[in-house]
């Protein structure tokens, strides 16, 4: 069941992403009083994001443990993952705060949730790494379109081939320069 469930990771992991986005973009529309009757939706949204960011840390910590995801940078997508929910809940909280005055204003909650913005852009960075290969954004500037080197990857070969069973750090390289050569070359059909 475990297993089951950090699979769903992938599924719900982008609608905290949807949410909190629109939420902080829907949030500069009201700065200076302006358009009072988005903070309802943007209530809603916040709410619901910071729900859908814990779920989807969740499933991503089932994925980690119960699946074969290993190396640094699963364990940095995770960790940040974590932070980005831990900041999506004091953000709602710092909402729930402002609005029933506590706090004399927005202020504490805007900056959460734009300091939480920008975690859940890195985090989504990590994880798109993960998916789509290290290089997958700047690959797409102009000039960055360098033939491969696939030094590292042949001798990884060369390395694997000399021996009768693969270690655990053996099977992280080997699943990394797989995944790599997927990015470059299958994932953007």
Request: charged share 15%; proline share 3%; with cysteine.
């Amino acid at each position: 069941m475990e297993l089951f469930i950090g699979r769903l990771h992938p599924l719900i992991v982008h609608f905290p992403i949807a949410l909190l986005v629109v939420a902080w973009f829907l949030e500069v529309l009201t700065i200076g009083g302006k358009r009072a009757g988005l903070r309802l939706g943007i209530n809603w949204m916040v709410s619901l994001g910071a729900i859908t960011a814990t779920l989807a840390a969740l499933f991503g910590w089932f994925l980690r443990n119960f699946d074969d995801y290993s190396g640094d940078l699963v364990q940095q997508h995770q960790n940040w993952g974590l932070i980005t929910a831990a900041l999506a809940i004091l953000t709602l909280f710092a909402l729930k705060l402002s609005l029933n005055g506590t706090f004399p204003n927005f202020l504490p909650y805007r900056i959460g949730l734009s300091v939480t913005m920008a975690v859940l852009v890195f985090t989504s960075h990590l994880g798109a790494s993960l998916t789509h290969g290290e290089d997958f954004l700047s690959s797409a500037f102009p000039g960055n379109h360098q033939p491969q080197d696939h030094s590292g990857s042949k001798e990884l070969l060369a390395e694997l081939n000399q021996l009768d069973s693969f270690t655990e750090t053996h099977q992280d390289r080997l699943n990394l320069e797989v995944r790599a050569i997927f990015a470059r070359n299958c994932y953007q059909c």
